[in-house]
């Protein structure tokens, strides 16, 4: 069972790059959402999709795009890497879009900008 | 203000001492409050969902209860493979998922 996928593991990229952190999940989920988490700041949400076509801003969505061409795959583009923006990103996705669904996550993106 | 509050922080326990985590909210029109684990350099993973007070799960060595303010997790004769960090959140009315910043528990054998 796959679940969830997300690559790459780990990526370092100097202030000013751009690059898309991939995520996939093969369970048919409505709903996925990326977070970033970072030490005693717990999981904050940057962007989230309700289904295909369909996407909205989280808690922290400055610097960050995304989008849902397919029910399966929704990618997180840093558009200007900032030092700021180094974490760890787990993309995460649940059955329906309704609160109160269990949510399911990948493996986490771990992401140093120097 | 939707907030998710956990203590302690951390927690040592030696293995076979029972203790409890807490998870204290505050939230408009509770949706479900979740229990996560997390295994450093992994992704949390689901351990149960609560939806209303005076509800509780169990599964092996943990258990989870829920009043209209916070929510605990028994952990009874832990292990040392119960190390790890335990992430509470709550669902709100407003559709939004809220994460407290997480208990790291150690079981010392």
């Known amino acids: 069972n796959a679940g969830v996928t997300q690559t790459p593991k780990f990526q370092v990229l100097k202030t000013g790059q751009s690059m898309t952190l991939q995520c996939a999940q093969d369970m048919n989920h409505e709903y996925m959402s990326w977070y970033r988490q970072d030490p005693g700041m717990g999981l904050r949400l940057i962007h989230y999709?309700?289904?295909?076509?369909?996407?909205d801003q989280g808690e922290v969505p400055n610097g960050y795009n995304v989008s849902r061409s397919t029910t399966e795959d929704f990618p997180l583009r840093l558009l200007s890497a900032a030092p700021s923006q180094t974490s760890v990103y787990f993309c995460a996705s649940s059955y329906s879009s309704r609160v109160g669904n269990t949510i399911y996550f990948g493996e986490g993106s771990w992401l140093t900008v120097v | 203000e939707d907030q998710v509050t956990q203590s302690p922080e951390a927690l040592r326990l030696q293995e076979g001492e029972s203790s409890s985590l807490n998870c204290s909210y505050t939230v408009s029109g509770l949706r479900g409050l979740f229990w996560y684990r997390q295994d450093p350099g992994k992704g949390p993973e689901f351990l149960f969902t609560l939806y209303s007070a005076g509800e509780e799960k169990e599964k092996e060595r943990l258990k989870a209860t829920l009043t209209k303010k916070e929510s605990f997790l028994h952990i009874t004769a832990p292990k040392p493979e119960d190390s790890a960090t335990y992430l509470c959140?709550?669902?709100?009315?407003?559709?939004?998922?809220?994460f407290g910043s997480g208990t790291r528990l150690s079981i010392r054998p």
């Open positions: 959140a709550v669902g709100s009315s407003a559709s939004k998922i809220i």
């Open positions: 999709s309700v289904g295909a076509g369909i996407t």
